[in-house]
């Protein structure tokens, strides 16, 4: 069973930074693709960033030139750098794994505040 546990999260001023982690077991993290979610208050869950079991990184419009998503398969673990935070990335942040096909597989979330 796929378990993905997410840290990092908390309280930040407009304009610093944060940095996320997830932490995947029961599955061979190298071969997956990992992303990371967000959702707002009264929002749909909405992509923010992805990365392929090979490295290959795409972003949300909204996160580009902000946000770089890693991984380290050393250690199972997959990264979200947040720089230049808006009170608009206020929103709970999941990790997921990719089967290939989509995500499958999800953290239970970790609270970012972003304070204006």
């Known amino acids: 069973q796929v378990q993905l546990v997410e840290s990092g999260g908390g309280l930040v001023q407009a304009g610093g930074s944060l940095r996320l982690s997830c932490v995947a077991s029961?599955?061979?993290?190298?071969?997956?693709?990992m992303g990371w979610y967000r959702q707002a208050p009264g929002e749909h869950r909405e992509w923010v960033a992805g990365?392929?079991?090979?490295?290959?990184?795409t972003y949300a419009d909204s996160v580009k030139g902000r946000f770089t998503i890693s991984r380290d398969n050393a250690k199972n673990t997959v990264y979200l750098q947040m720089n230049s935070l808006k009170s608009e990335d206020t929103a709970v942040y999941y990790c997921?794994?990719?089967?290939?096909?989509?995500?499958?597989?999800w953290g239970q979330g970790t609270q970012i505040t972003v304070s204006s």
């Open positions: 997921a794994r990719h089967n290939g096909f989509k995500y499958t597989d």
């Open positions: 029961g599955t061979i993290f190298s071969r997956s693709g």
């Open positions: 990365i392929t079991h090979g490295g290959s990184t």
